[in-house]
């Protein structure tokens, strides 16, 4: 009987805290709206006058030697990033570790937040996108999936201010859950004030910890004491103006400058650390719009991967392309077939970067035959849906060689030497065993690109892969087949297995444009998963 009563009073708070607590606030908020409406304007005269108390970061001079050691206090959320709304990355956390149904909970709450505060809007995404869920799976959205999102949003403006100061602190009303690995693995920040979550065991109940949500002014206060940091960066709000005029200099980051002007937009090759590394299925930001165009599409997308799989699978190769072609798959090919040489008994070793389960496929495909490829780790549903011969390798480098001797006596051979797929343009470092088993290889440069799904996973259920995949509107692959290796740079010609495979590898970097890394499988699941990336036979998913 203990759980009913804990539910009970919990559901109580709850209902007092939405309703009691906040009703004349929301009725305000509904009978100022008419009034909104026929006073439009930009911005209220109080925001206006607001914006001018502090000048724009654009102002502040970067250039300046003494900012090397000066302490710098800001928060993320319309600061350092450019999103008006926090809402994409809630979603991100509900789908991702709480899966579909909580997302659509959360999509289905942005009915009512508009007339919610913002204090109350927080604690309703909060409650719905972390009640219940373990402690492990937020650190590892957190860790693995948010970064990238977050990079991609990086406010230019207010990061060349931010990189010019010796100390960080960051202060947001956010779950500190949500920002912090980010922010001292790619920010490289000092100190995280944030709101702080309960817990009860490994798991979030859903509710802010006794201290509440965090207010910006008073954590500067407290953490600082009588010291004033010496420059503050705030958006355009009232309530970050109480929080910046604690510091020696203020600088305001506007909400048009991150909304309109290019030059706050943060390049790749200029991210604070090289994104590699990230997970989770969602390829898109999960704006409201665009998460609601998702679970549209979502269930034509399932219909579709099912077709688009029975086509692979059914039709002989040339029908395959033109059905495939039909249902928005596209498949370019550049390159020329490779000649067989009629002395050599083995078949020829195509050498491929690996960007998803399907590469070996898509290749085969291309090249209108049959091919057998190698893996590492493929669940049993991959094998069963695959539409060519594969075969499990065991992580036993002399098994593994013959086993892959004895398939190139049998015929043509893919093998992916990265061992593992990544999404960013990078090649992870390639495994040295293919180059001592031919002297005929083929290199072959693999892209995919999606625009809803990522098609790969290192913490997800992997045998969902190819689906998630063909579930993009329009999702496509990019085959182009280079010259065989010339047999000087082979093992043949007294070249080494490391230089054969360094070698293989930048010549396909440079065909993609990608850079070489000396990153490995096990560095991936380190990294994003927390494990060496091993599926163990009797835990396949």
Request: charge should be positive; include cysteine.
């Amino acid at each position: 009987m203990v759980f009913p009563v804990v539910f009970l009073k919990l559901a109580d708070w709850v209902l007092y805290q939405l309703l009691a607590n906040s009703c004349y606030r929301a009725a305000r908020k509904v009978r100022n709206y008419g009034f909104f409406l026929r006073n439009q304007t930009p911005r209220s005269s109080s925001q206006q006058q607001a914006a001018y108390l502090f000048p724009s970061a654009s102002h502040c001079d970067v250039g300046n030697n003494i900012r090397s050691s000066q302490t710098l206090v800001c928060d993320i959320h319309g600061v350092l990033l450019r999103a008006e709304t926090f809402f994409p990355y809630f979603m991100l956390v509900a789908f991702e570790a709480g899966g579909i149904l909580r997302a659509f909970l959360l999509l289905l709450s942005c009915s009512f937040l508009w007339i919610l505060d913002y204090e109350l809007k927080l604690r309703v995404m909060i409650f719905i996108s972390f009640c219940g869920l373990r402690k492990k799976d937020i650190e590892s959205v957190g860790r693995a999936v948010l970064p990238k999102f977050y990079l991609e949003n990086l406010n230019l403006q207010a990061y060349e201010v931010w990189s010019k100061t010796s100390s960080r602190v960051v202060f947001t009303s956010i779950p500190r859950v949500m920002v912090e690995g980010f922010l001292k693995e790619y920010m490289a920040v000092d100190d995280v004030a944030g709101t702080e979550l309960h817990t009860v065991g490994n798991r979030f109940t859903g509710l802010l910890s006794s201290s509440g949500l965090l207010v910006k002014h008073k954590a500067l206060k407290a953490y600082f004491g009588d010291k004033k940091p010496d420059v503050g960066l705030g958006s355009s709000s009232l309530h970050d103006h109480h929080f910046i005029s604690l510091c020696k200099e203020a600088y305001v980051v506007h909400k048009e400058d991150g909304r309109n002007n290019q030059s706050c937009l943060m390049p790749r090759d200029k991210y604070p650390k090289p994104l590699i590394f990230h997970d989770g299925r969602l390829a898109f930001l999960p704006t409201p719009f665009a998460t609601l165009c998702m679970f549209l599409w979502l269930p034509f997308g399932i219909v579709l991967a099912i077709f688009r799989i029975l086509v692979g699978i059914c039709l002989p190769y040339r029908l395959a392309i033109f059905w495939g072609s039909l249902s928005g798959v596209q498949l370019t090919f550049q390159g020329c077939f490779p000649s067989s040489n009629s002395e050599q008994k083995k078949g020829v070793l195509y050498v491929c970067t690996h960007r998803t389960l399907l590469d070996p496929v898509f290749l085969s495909t291309a090249l209108c035959k049959p091919l057998t490829a190698v893996t590492y780790s493929l669940s049993k549903m991959s094998e069963i849906i695959a539409p060519i011969k594969t075969v499990r390798l065991t992580r036993d480098r002399k098994q593994d060689g013959e086993t892959m001797q004895k398939l190139l006596g049998e015929g043509d051979l893919v093998v992916c030497p990265e061992g593992t797929t990544c999404r960013e343009p990078y090649l992870l470092r390639f495994s040295s065993l293919f180059a001592e088993l031919a002297d005929e290889i083929v290199p072959v440069a693999m892209n995919a690109h999606v625009s809803m799904f990522y098609g790969t996973t290192a913490s997800g259920l992997k045998w969902l892969d190819p689906i998630f995949f063909l579930m993009n509107p329009r999702p496509s692959y990019h085959v182009q087949i280079l010259g065989k290796v010339p047999p000087e740079f082979t093992c043949a010609g007294g070249r080494s297995s490391f230089e054969v495979a360094n070698y293989i590898q930048r010549k396909l970097a440079d065909a993609l444009g990608f850079e070489c890394t000396t990153f490995t499988r096990r560095d991936k699941y380190l990294m994003l998963a927390g494990n060496e990336g091993i599926v163990r036979e009797n835990k396949r998913n």
